[in-house]
């Protein structure tokens, strides 16, 4: 090879790669510039409009009876009668005899204190006569003083002797009338320790009881909770009178009872009467009291399963009713810098932030006293990053975000094939 060749060689090979390379660029596709597509967030909204509402509180409590005592006889002596009532779970009606003892002994004891009153009457019948003719005498002036000294001070004697006998008289009358015991009050016998034959001793219990009249339920509360129902803190469940005539009852709200029972979910319906008179110091609680009227339903009017003593309920407790409020769903409400907020869409289909007052906030939904207006379409879609004024997409149905959601990455991923399959050179 001669040498002008091996000089040309180099450029021969420079020159072709650069031609390769012009026909590479001049062979490329082509791209088209486009604008970016950017989705506003699809959200579901619901419109609102103020009603009325009724607040409730739930609490919960144990059946318990507004009296309970212990049957104890005044008298000591032999149990010759037990009333068939008096059993574990027997009823009874305020006056029935439960039981009674042997009053031989005590028609004895009265007898004596008869005996004695009439003695002591005499005695003191003749120490009168003897006053009346000692003070004549000395009328008279035929009377000397101590005469008159010692007859006063046997009318003095007798009498009091009269009135000692007599009272000991009244005391065997009633210890006799003792010996048949007598129910307080309308109720059940909790338990009962006696039987025929017994020996019973004075103060000593022999059965427990409680009034079944109604029933009451010690309810606890956080004090906040009061701000919902209309509670007088006067009110004490007491009878007031006037004028001699007895007036209603001063009640609270009512509250509805709810348990199992005899494996059925069971109603009663009762009334707060009163509040207990301080707040516990550790839990920070307030009781309220509420009392269910014939809770064994022993008059056959309400027809209800028996409210028993023991019993587990839950409460809810009616309260005041507010105007013009609004109910949100619990996923409406935001919270931003101790702020409460909600997120209104406007007639534009643009976020706007409105502070709002919570008037109450449960699991599942919110109350709004203020900062909504009638008509407002609420957002209640989670939003992580939501400015106010920015665009949105609405959505009626609530479950239909998802789909949407779902349709609308199907469709990306789809168009972003098809254009890869469709794009050719330029």
């Not at 779970?89 to 004895?108: C, K, N, Q, T």
């Amino acid at each position: 090879m001669s040498p002008r060749i091996k000089a040309l060689a180099p450029l021969a090979i420079v020159a072709a790669a650069a031609l390769v390379v012009l026909i590479i660029k001049a062979t490329k596709p082509g791209v088209e510039a486009g604008s970016a597509l950017v989705h506003a967030p699809l959200v579901s909204v619901i419109e609102v409009q103020p009603r009325a509402l009724q607040f409730s509180v739930q609490t919960q409590g144990t059946v318990v009876p507004r009296t309970e005592s212990d049957l104890i006889p005044q008298v000591s002596g032999e149990v010759i009668w037990v009333s068939p009532r008096l059993v574990s779970g027997g009823f009874f009606e305020a006056g029935d005899p439960l039981l009674r003892i042997d009053p031989a002994d005590h028609r004895v004891d009265l007898e004596a204190a008869r005996a004695v009153v009439a003695r002591t009457k005499s005695e003191f019948a003749r120490a009168k006569t003897e006053i009346e003719r000692q003070r004549s005498l000395a009328l008279q002036g035929v009377a000397s003083q101590t005469r008159i000294d010692d007859a006063e001070k046997a009318f003095q004697v007798t009498e009091a002797e009269l009135r000692e006998q007599t009272a000991k008289l009244a005391r065997a009358e009633r210890d006799l009338d003792r010996t048949e015991i007598r129910a307080p009050y309308q109720g059940r016998v909790r338990s009962e320790q006696v039987d025929v034959g017994q020996f019973v001793s004075r103060g000593v219990a022999i059965a427990k009881l409680y009034a079944t009249d109604y029933a009451e339920v010690r309810l606890p509360l956080p004090d906040r909770d009061l701000f919902y129902l209309d509670i007088p803190f006067d009110l004490s469940g007491e009878r007031v009178e006037a004028d001699g005539d007895p007036a209603e009852t001063q009640l609270g709200p009512e509250v509805e009872l709810r348990a199992e029972f005899a494996g059925e979910p069971r109603t009663w319906v009762g009334r707060i009467v009163r509040t207990e008179g301080e707040i516990d110091a550790k839990s920070r609680m307030v009781h309220l009291v509420a009392r269910v009227e014939d809770p064994y339903d022993q008059k056959g009017v309400t027809g209800s399963a028996p409210l028993a003593v023991g019993l587990f309920v839950e409460a809810e407790i009616r309260g005041r009713t507010v105007e013009n409020v609004f109910v949100l769903p619990r996923a409406a409400l935001r919270a931003d810098a101790g702020r409460d907020l909600v997120y209104v869409v406007d007639p534009a289909d643009r976020l706007r932030f409105k502070t709002v007052d919570v008037l109450r906030a449960n699991r599942d939904d919110v109350v709004i006293g203020r900062g909504l207006q009638p008509g407002d379409r609420v957002c209640v879609s989670p939003l992580a990053a939501a400015v106010d004024g920015m665009a949105v997409r609405i959505v009626s149905d609530p479950n239909a975000e998802a789909r949407l959601g779902q349709q609308e990455q199907s469709a990306e991923g789809a168009g972003e094939l098809d254009a890869a399959m469709v794009q050719g050179p330029k």
